[in-house]
């Protein structure tokens, strides 16, 4: 199972660091991602994490201000959003599959999902 935590209320240009923490073991060709999803939107790639070589992708509205990590030893995924914008806001999902896929940016890849954090980004 996933448990994702962190979210909140964040004025324009502040900073929020989402965690998705995982149970049982995580393979090292496991792929991680974050998706998010806005009222009325489809759900969208904010960006993913081979587990093993600690390989990382992003979508385009958010390369330069989030970052993408894991700490091994916890079992736990992290979601660095620096200079926040108010299209930010969503609810935030991670997600995992066994395996790493070329298709990593794409929902119905993932089979395991967390319960999502609300995002909101106003002043």
């Known amino acids: 199972q996933l448990q994702a935590s962190g979210g909140g209320l964040v004025q324009p240009g502040g900073s929020l660091r989402l965690s998705c923490a995982a149970s049982g073991r995580i393979f090292s060709d496991a792929a991680m991602a974050w998706f998010r999803q806005a009222p009325g939107k489809d759900r969208e790639f904010v960006g993913g994490i081979r587990w093993g070589g600690g390989r990382t992708a992003s979508a385009d509205s958010v390369k330069g201000r989030f970052t993408i990590s894991r700490d091994n030893a916890k079992n736990t995924m992290y979601l660095q959003m620096n200079s926040l914008k108010p299209e930010d806001t969503a609810v935030y999902f991670c997600?995992?599959?066994?395996?790493?896929?070329?298709?990593?940016?794409?929902?119905?890849?993932?089979?395991?999902w967390g319960q999502g954090t609300q995002v909101t980004v106003s002043s």
């Open positions: 997600a995992r599959r066994p395996r790493w896929t070329t298709n990593y940016s794409r929902p119905r890849e993932y089979d395991n």
